[in-house]
């Protein structure tokens, strides 16, 4: 499932817990929420990188197979006519995309060390953010 539409609103929940710091910090008085608030959006970016970065345009069989897998999001949740259909007909393209991409990847993928770095990265802020929450909740 791709971070980005696997139902989370994207960036792996990121932003959506964001939104809710932010408003839990007006409804129970809490200020400081919004300062963990600011960490989460950025994490949200994070995420979102890493994301890109795991399917990036510069491997066109990636690339396509990420713009195929928004394709479908929008299909299934617009659910218009035919979009039954036309998902079946994505389905079949990942599938060949698929296999051409495991052939691909037995050239050393050099796009997974950006990728190390932003897995990194978000480590770090994470366990910032997360100490931060809960020192605001012992408080």
Do not use: H
């Amino acid at each position: 499932i791709y971070i980005e539409i696997g139902g989370t609103g994207g960036s792996a929940f990121r932003s959506m817990y964001a939104r809710f710091l932010e408003k839990a910090s007006l409804i129970i008085d809490k200020p400081a929420l919004k300062e963990a608030a600011a960490m989460i959006w950025e994490l949200a970016g994070v995420w979102s990188k890493i994301a890109s970065g795991l399917l990036p345009d510069s491997w066109p069989n990636l690339k396509r197979m990420r713009q195929l897998m928004f394709e479908k999001n929008r299909l299934f949740e617009e659910q218009e006519p035919g979009a039954l259909d036309a998902m079946i007909g994505i389905n079949s393209e990942l599938d060949e995309l698929m296999t051409k991409a495991v052939e691909d990847l037995r050239k050393p993928p050099t796009f997974l060390t950006d990728v190390r770095q932003s897995i990194l990265r978000c480590y770090q802020i994470e366990s910032k953010t997360f100490q931060k929450l809960s020192s605001i909740i012992t408080e």
